[in-house]
């Protein structure tokens, strides 16, 4: 079925979910405008309902205050359809997140190697650091260790976004695989 088929259906929530600088927003906004759909990303989504970015909300309440924030978010955006959802690269920890989004949702995980993550996160100074480690790099590693099995078992779908190559390519393939 081709894009502008696709643009009219009703359907259920595509998720795109994975690690800091994997491109879930990236991917997201192409891939919403190309189907027609509205974008969320949850990120933005929550700092606007509390007037907050997530690094001063994670500073002054902590990551529990934040995850909790998270899912209240979730529960507000998963009852809608036709949306093109980013998640924050830690939802999916979060076991009632994870199904609410799974519920009405085909789950996208984007991966990329830990080099190309941390050579796309270098670039934003405005993200909190998530472990006490010191080396971006060992941060990322332990991070994707802990959290590939929770991925793994909610993704519909696994695309490899390490590559340079166009987003816009990378969109359209990603619309392809979509369940109709």
Known sequence: MSTSQKKNKKTKNIILTGMRGCGKSTLGEIIAANLGH???????YIE????KKIAQIVETHGWTHFR??????????????????????????NEKSAKLLKKNGFIILLTADIETLKKRIEFSKT????????????ELEQ??????????KY????????????????????????PV
């Open 38 to 44: 509205e974008f969320v990303d949850l990120d933005r």
């Open 48 to 51: 606007r309902s509390v007037n």
């Open 68 to 93: 909790n924030l998270e899912e209240q978010a979730v529960a507000d955006i998963a009852k809608r359809n036709n949306l093109i959802i980013s998640t924050g690269g830690g939802t999916l920890t």
């Open 127 to 138: 993200r909190p650091p998530l472990t006490c480690h010191k080396s971006l790099k060992k």
């Open 143 to 152: 991070i994707w260790e802990e959290r590939k099995s929770t991925y793994m």
């Open 155 to 178: 993704a519909d779908f696994v695309y490899d976004n390490s590559d340079d190559r166009d987003p816009e390519e990378k969109a359209e393939e990603i619309i392809e695989i979509l």
